[in-house]
């Protein structure tokens, strides 16, 4: 069972940026593909980046450019790096894991605010 905390939301100017981090325990993180979701409030869950075991990322058209994903396997960390933020980015955002064999894990997710 694989647990996953997040962290780094808060609110923001628009222009601004924010760190988010997810923390994963109770796996092989290494196994683990990882992503990033978002959900505003009235609206579904979004993909908003992602990165595979081999480090390879990929992005929402909405945010390309602006975000960046990382993974540090050694930390059993994934990290959401948003620039340029902007009032649509507002949303509660959460952390996703996956292997190639088991169902999704979940965060419980952090609010991101961005005000204009």
């Known amino acids: 069972q694989v647990q996953l905390v997040e962290s780094g939301g808060g609110l923001v100017q628009a222009g601004g940026s924010l760190r988010l981090s997810c923390t994963a325990s109770?796996?092989?993180?290494?196994?683990?593909?990882m992503a990033w979701y978002r959900q505003a409030p009235g609206k579904e869950r979004d993909l908003v980046a992602s990165?595979?075991?081999?480090?390879?990322?990929d992005y929402a058209d909405s945010v390309k450019g602006r975000f960046t994903i990382s993974r540090d396997n050694a930390k059993n960390a994934v990290f959401l790096q948003m620039n340029s933020l902007k009032p649509e980015d507002t949303a509660v955002y959460y952390c996703y894991a996956k292997t190639l064999t088991s169902f999704p894990y979940w965060g419980q997710g952090t609010q991101v605010t961005v005000s204009s």
């Open positions: 990165i595979s075991t081999g480090g390879r990322t």
């Open positions: 109770g796996g092989f993180f290494s196994f683990l593909a």
